[in-house]
């Protein structure tokens, strides 16, 4: 069964800390890795994505890793504002341009940034 | 830019009851979603509509009926409330970059609130 597996369940960190999320997924033709940020009353809203051919993408104080021989991937984020406080939700796919491949989501983590 | 709207944002209602869930989006995609968010259990897809003549069950199908009305507008039904049901529905839309390199996207709406008495 295709499963993608979140921790922690939740989180708290300082203002100004790294926060780090990490997923492992079980299926080796998942090659699509998004990461979906929720805040309350809103639906989740795409972050940050990478495909397996790379091990790290960068977007401002947002980085999330792959590591393909383990079956991880990871997002970090720098300097975690309060405004960062939400749910973060990682997800897998077996991505090709001509066929469809429905994403599969982990559990989520719920972030709390601190003053 | 476009939306994704739900409709309700809130549903109330009995046991045994049937329910329907609307979902409207502006933004022409091809494809359709509706997903149930319990607390600490992800997201669970429920059914899905690749292009406007598709419907496909997801995971979590078995209790529920869905319509694709138009490439605009996809409806959730929940045959039968259960008792103390307290469940998020999130429908979301997607578009295909087919044979290109961008995978692709989901834009969800904020969500129906279902509460079973």
């Known amino acids: 069964q295709q499963q993608v597996r979140q921790s922690p369940q939740s989180l708290t960190v300082w203002e100004g800390g790294t926060t780090v999320l990490t997923c492992s997924y079980e299926d080796s033709t998942f090659n699509y890795f998004p990461w979906y940020q929720q805040f309350p009353g809103e639906g989740p809203a795409l972050l940050i994505s990478?495909?397996?051919?790379?091990d790290k993408k960068e977007d401002g104080r947002f980085t999330t890793f792959f590591n393909k021989r383990e079956k991880k991937l990871s997002l970090h984020i720098i300097d975690s504002q309060p405004g960062d406080s939400a749910t973060y939700f990682c997800a897998a796919s077996a991505w090709t341009s001509s066929s469809f491949s429905k994403l599969v989501f982990g559990q989520g983590t719920s972030l709390s940034v601190v003053p | 830019g476009g939306i994704i709207t739900q409709t309700p944002k809130f549903l109330i209602g009995q046991e045994g009851q049937k329910l329907t869930l609307k979902c409207q989006q502006n933004?022409?995609?091809?494809?359709m979603y509706w997903y149930r968010q319990d607390s600490g259990k992800g997201l669970r897809l429920i059914y899905y509509s690749i292009t406007e003549n598709d419907l496909q069950k997801g995971d979590l199908s078995e209790g529920y009926d869905a319509s694709r009305e138009k490439k605009s507008s996809f409806s959730l039904t929940v045959t039968s409330a259960q008792k103390n049901e307290m469940a998020v529905f999130l429908c979301?839309?997607?578009?295909?970059?087919?044979?290109?390199?961008?995978?692709?996207?989901?834009?969800f709406g904020s969500g129906t609130r279902l509460t079973v008495l």
């Open positions: 979301a839309s997607s578009i295909r970059d087919w044979g290109g390199t961008s995978a692709e996207t989901l834009y």
């Open positions: 990478i495909l397996s051919v790379s």
């Open positions: 933004f022409n995609h091809d494809t």
